[in-house]
T-cell receptor, first 115, second 110 residues
Framework: SAVISQKPSRDICQRGTSLTIQCQVD?????MFWYRQQPGQSLTLIAT?????????ESGFVIDKFPISRPNLTFSTLTVSNMSPEDSSIYLC????????????FGQGTRLTVV | QKEVEQNSGPLSVPEGAIASLNCTYS??????FFWYRQYSGKSPELIMF????GDKEDGRFTAQLNKASQYVSLLIRDSQPSDSATYLC??????????FGKGTRLSVIA
């Protein structure tokens, strides 16, 4: 399995500010994804992070609000911009690897609270 | 819209019993099926995946897939209190991200 390091693990932020979450994978990665998990809910896909090009966003998520970078194979960032209390959630980085193409592994998540 | 449905629970079983978790999916083109376990405050952890119709066993866990019925299940034998968690069913097609169900909360009573 892949080891996925995500940071920060948690943060409390003021509304109107932005937070960038980093994700580093330790092995050969094929795809990287960002999910959101709101309190008591399941995981919702925000976007697929594409290496060297714009991310592919799911319905309801836009680049201006959730800009994503993936400058190389094993690293990606998600920024939550102009935050409001509704953005309080857990944000999870996920990746698939060359050895297990269809299996997604998860980082430990970033617990974001917006006040 | 691809959907994955699970009973939210809680499902309560006594210690040592078999826990049966169920999941249905809407996309007939789905090819890969996964069960994740998520403890409160933690990220999802992969338990099993299954690609073919039938049963797949790994220790106390058995995944069952019936593509004709669009149904996948997870059996946990000899349930332990440490199995108490939320179990997430996830489904994907070729080269597409996972779609998750809402999860079933399992409580194993000692």
């Amino acid at each position: 399995s892949a080891v996925i390091s995500q940071k920060p693990s948690r943060d409390i932020c003021q509304r109107g500010t932005s937070l960038t979450i980093q994700c580093q994978v330790d092995s050969q990665v094929t795809m990287m994804f960002w999910y959101r998990q709101q309190p008591g809910q399941s995981l919702t896909l925000i976007a697929t992070a594409n290496q060297g090009s714009e991310a592919t966003y799911e319905s309801g998520f836009v680049i201006d609000k959730f800009p994503i970078s993936r400058p190389n194979l094993t690293f990606s960032t998600l920024t939550v911009s102009n935050m409001s209390p509704e953005d309080s959630s857990i944000y999870l980085c996920s990746a698939t690897t060359r050895l297990q193409l269809h299996v997604a592994f998860f980082g430990q998540g970033t617990r974001l609270t917006v006040v | 819209q691809k959907e994955v449905e699970q009973n939210s629970g809680p499902l309560s079983v006594p210690e040592g019993a078999i826990a049966s978790l169920n999941c249905t999916y809407s996309d007939r083109g789905s090819q890969s099926f996964f069960w994740y376990r998520q403890y409160s405050g933690k990220s999802p952890e992969l338990i099993m995946f299954i690609y073919s119709n039938g049963d797949k066993e790994d220790g106390r866990f058995t995944a069952q897939l019936n593509k004709a019925s669009q149904y996948v299940s997870l059996l946990i034998r000899d349930s332990q209190p440490s199995d108490s968690a939320t179990y997430l069913c996830a489904v994907s097609s070729r080269n597409t991200p996972l779609v998750f169900g809402k999860g079933t909360r399992l409580s194993v009573i000692a």
